[in-house]
């Protein structure tokens, strides 16, 4: 049985992930990719098109699904090892979060909506993972 995800990323951020094929969430901290398992389906969420002073964006960005066992840390030249899954992701197109407000669950103040946003990962429902991901597809 697979859980459901929403992963919040600016957009230069996701379109790196999905060129290479990995998930990574809170800055490549262990803490929230450990609690993906394989065959786990997730949703990004981009507030901003790119890390530092971007532009309002407020999509959905990407979608996909985890496809290794274990969190990996990438050798990299750097002194930055963040913790990532594999994953293979969805042919879907961006989707603005705003005609959804009113039909997903786990946002309770539909006012407030970005509250429910600010940690950056959040386990959803099937249900609303397929509102989102039909919003995506459709």
């Known amino acids: 049985m697979s859980n459901y995800f929403l992963i919040a990323a600016t957009q230069d951020h996701v379109a790196e992930g999905v060129k290479k ?3 990574q969430a809170g800055h ?4 929230h990719v450990r609690k993906m ?15 530092e002073k971007g532009k309002l964006l407020q999509k959905f960005t990407a979608a996909g699904t ?9 050798k990299t030249n750097a ?4 913790f990532r899954r594999k994953a293979e992701y969805d042919k879907v197109q961006e989707s603005d979060i705003r005609p959804l407000l009113e039909k997903l669950d786990f946002i309770k103040n539909k006012q407030r909506w970005g509250f429910y946003l600010i940690s950056g990962f ?17």
């Open 66 to 74: 985890i496809t290794d066992e274990e969190p990996f840390q990438p």
């Open 122 to 138: 959040r386990e959803i429902s099937k249900h609303d993972f397929n509102i989102i991901l039909n919003s995506m597809v459709g």
């Open 28 to 31: 490549g901290k262990i803490d």
């Open 21 to 23: 094929g990995i998930v």
């Open 79 to 82: 002194g930055f090892k963040p």
């Open 37 to 51: 398992s394989k065959g786990d389906r997730f949703v990004y969420y981009s507030s901003r098109d790119k890390f």
